[in-house]
């Protein structure tokens, strides 16, 4: 059985943004020196020194975690290519080696391709809110498992999230002040001039391509070309549209719920469609098929199971299926992948239901369900993005988010509640404006049916941006980038080695669809 993967959780804060035009690096800032070290696998690794506080150059600083692959052709070599893969807080130094194959080979020919794990997370000054993670563990013990349920869960759930918040604010107060997206852009800067380029080429996913939109709008004279594979409405996501923020946390102002609703009927669809032997959640049609995955949450919901060593409840069954909707296509080498690894989940969970057993009957005791730690996500999205502080309604918000998006809505609301209580703001976190005219065109790509990152979060920061295109692909899956499409890997390659944008309007088919079809 795959483990679960926590879900982004995303942020709050009300705070007012100091001027939006800040310099990401003050004049006087020392570029700082690389060091490349061989690392295994071809790639080289390096710990790069920036400041703590960009306007305070020559002030405290901190130590970032850098990797690269070197490009394979050296002779043709353009410069260097920044990944970032989005989370927040997923590890440059982790994903670049797990995905640098699924970059076209011709990028991978012509650039360095450099990533970084940013500051607060991996092992650039990370986050770390507990002294002993076992600590961490009894506080989140008390949480619902994915989200809350009933008056009792939801004020545990709070009073949990608001403790957390507490510890961390006690324990990194210096790193919190200065760890939001736009401190993350100006790192990256620094590390465009160290390592010798005159502008900065970037791929960014999901999170990944806030933080380019971010850079943008902050350096806009040096972007040479940048791919935002399956970004946010950078408006939803910052600040809101209109007072949004004051009644709608952040990923439900950027549709995430929705879009996740969405990919999830799709999947149950498909699956019915595909037969027990393909999917095997699948009950005969797509409306049987739907009404069974209601049932299950039911059942979940009456008594808790184990399978496969891990418990499951309504809420964390939500989770998992959630997480699993972000790779349709089974991973080769790795059975229990994608939409049919998901389908047999669901399968186990279902058949476990069904064994004897009724609440609250003696029996074995069901394995804790163990919480990843969120200090690192939870600290980066907290600075960047306004939600309805912890007297807000969250129960109200949560009710209304299941009637436009089902079980995702409370799902992703009360992820948008873990930061409501958040107590440090950055105050140079960036606001926007989002339209500041780049030296160069940015490429815009997504899935039409993005689970994590809705298609018109896309649109939106195509349109939002001075200089953009958006090229489509009409498949599913979190990022294009992970979802291979040999099409628009060859019109991404085409504008990083040359500049070139694909036609207005453009389209492209995933290399493979979901059971086939």
Request: with cysteine; proline share 9%; glycine share 10%.
């Amino acid at each position: 059985m795959r483990r679960l993967a926590a879900a982004t959780a995303a942020a709050a804060l009300t705070a007012l943004l100091c001027p939006a035009g800040a310099v990401a690096a003050p004049h006087g800032t020392p570029v700082p020196r690389v060091d490349w070290a061989a690392c295994g696998g071809g790639l080289e690794c390096a710990t790069v020194r920036v400041p703590l506080d960009h306007h305070d150059p020559r002030g405290a600083g901190i130590d970032l975690a850098v990797i690269r692959h070197p490009a394979d052709d050296r002779a043709q070599r353009i410069g260097s290519l920044f990944y970032n893969p989005g989370g927040p807080a997923v590890p440059g130094t982790v994903a670049l080696p797990a995905m640098l194959g699924r970059f076209p080979e011709e990028v991978r020919r012509r650039f360095d391709i450099v990533s970084f794990d940013p500051r607060g997370t991996g092992a650039s000054a990370p986050v770390r809110c507990f002294d002993d993670p076992a600590h961490e563990q009894d506080l989140l013990a008390g949480t619902a498992a994915g989200y809350p349920e009933g008056a009792d869960e939801q004020k545990a759930w709070a009073e949990a999230y608001g403790r957390l918040a507490r510890q961390c604010a006690a324990r990194e107060p210096g790193l919190l002040a200065h760890i939001s997206t736009a401190d993350v852009a100006r790192d990256m800067d620094l590390l465009r001039r160290a390592v010798g380029d005159r502008q900065l080429s970037y791929l960014g996913t999901s999170y990944g391509a806030y933080l380019g939109a971010t850079y943008a709008n902050l350096f806009p004279g040096r972007v040479r070309a940048m791919v935002l594979d399956s970004a946010p409405d950078p408006v939803a996501w910052s600040t809101g549209h209109g007072q949004q923020a004051a009644t709608t946390g952040t990923l439900l102002r950027n549709g995430t719920d929705v879009a996740a609703a969405r990919v999830l009927d799709v999947f149950l669809d498909r699956c019915a469609r595909a037969g027990r032997e393909a999917c095997a959640f699948s009950a005969g049609s797509p409306g049987a098929t739907r009404a069974r995955y209601g049932e299950l949450l039911q059942r979940l919901r009456a008594r808790a199971v184990a399978v496969g060593g891990v418990t499951f409840t309504a809420g964390s069954a939500v989770e998992a299926t959630i997480v699993s909707l972000y790779a349709p296509n089974p991973v080769p080498q790795l059975p229990g992948t994608g939409w049919a690894g998901l389908g047999m989940m669901l399968q186990a969970l279902w058949t476990a239901t069904e064994a004897p057993g009724t609440p609250g009957t003696p029996g074995t005791p069901l394995p804790p369900v163990a919480r990843r730690s969120p200090d690192q996500a939870l600290a980066l999205v907290c600075s960047d993005s306004a939600n309805p502080p912890a007297r807000a309604d969250y129960p109200a918000l949560a009710a209304s988010a299941r009637t436009r998006s089902g079980e995702a809505g409370p799902y992703f609301a009360w992820a948008d509640e873990r930061c409501a209580d958040w107590p440090v703001r950055d105050g140079d976190r960036y606001d926007g404006p989002w339209n500041r005219p780049t030296s160069r065109p940015l490429l815009v790509v997504a899935n039409t049916g993005d689970p994590a990152m809705p298609y018109e979060g896309s649109r939106a920061m195509a349109r939002s941006l001075a200089r953009a295109r958006l090229l489509s692909v009409d498949g599913y899956g979190h990022t294009v980038l992970a979802n291979p499409s040999g099409c628009a890997a060859g019109y991404e390659a085409r504008y990083l080695l040359d500049g070139v944008l694909p036609a207005p309007g453009t389209v492209c088919a995933p290399d493979e669809a979901p059971f086939g079809g």
